[in-house]
């Protein structure tokens, strides 16, 4: 498996790019629209086979290429559909939106049904919340071990002082979420 490719983007359409990489060029179907002629790129793809054809799919960055995996793993989505998920919706949102359980939201997603919407948010949510919201590894840990749910452990991350030691922001997201105050 491929991980991503480095190199300088000699073409743009609406729907790729093409960046060569040591005299080789490449086709990668793209989620962003903000490259630029002759801008160095890294960018994470994933390449799909099929009887007709090799894509590349491209990915500025590794976490919205693991919520496309987690997306494929869903059986009434496709790759074309994935990517074209993606394409419309910010992932940041989609994975906002499956920490916090926002029904709503997931289901404007072409391809979400009322029947999927719970598995769709399970698989989600197997990203880690760390990752996706870079919380204090520290604190992340400590709470966790305390059986705090993802969703309260960042809600009270983005109200505990960050200036604080670990054990006092620790102890203030216990705090925080004991009272209810979220």
């Keep these: 498996m491929y991980e991503y490719i480095k190199g300088k983007v000699v073409d743009i359409s609406s ?3 093409i960046v060569e990489n040591n005299n080789f ?3 990668i179907y793209i989620t962003e629209k903000s490259y630029k002629l002759d801008e160095s790129v890294l960018i994470y793809i994933y390449l799909y086979i099929s009887d ?8 500025k960055t590794k976490l919205e290429r693991e919520v496309f995996y987690k ?12 990517f074209n998920i993606l394409r ?5 949102l989609i994975l906002n939106a499956a ?5 709503d939201f997931l289901l404007t997603i072409n391809k979400i049904s009322e029947k999927n919407v719970d598995l769709f948010i399970k698989t989600l949510k197997t990203i880690s919340y760390n990752n996706f919201y ?11 071990q305390l059986d705090y749910s993802d969703s309260s452990i960042y809600k009270s991350y983005q109200r505990v002082n960050k200036n604080l030691s670990s054990n006092l922001m620790i102890k203030e997201g216990i705090r925080l979420i004991e009272s209810g105050d979220l």
């Design 25 to 27: 060029a490449y086709r």
């Design 15 to 17: 729907e790729y790019i």
């Design 99 to 103: 920490f916090t359980n926002n029904y």
């Design 71 to 82: 997306l494929l793993q869903l059986k009434s989505i496709g790759i074309k559909t994935a």
């Design 88 to 92: 419309n919706d910010n992932y940041e």
């Design 134 to 144: 870079k919380i204090d590894e520290t604190y992340y840990l400590a709470l966790k």
């Design 52 to 59: 007709n054809s090799r894509l590349l799919y491209g990915f």
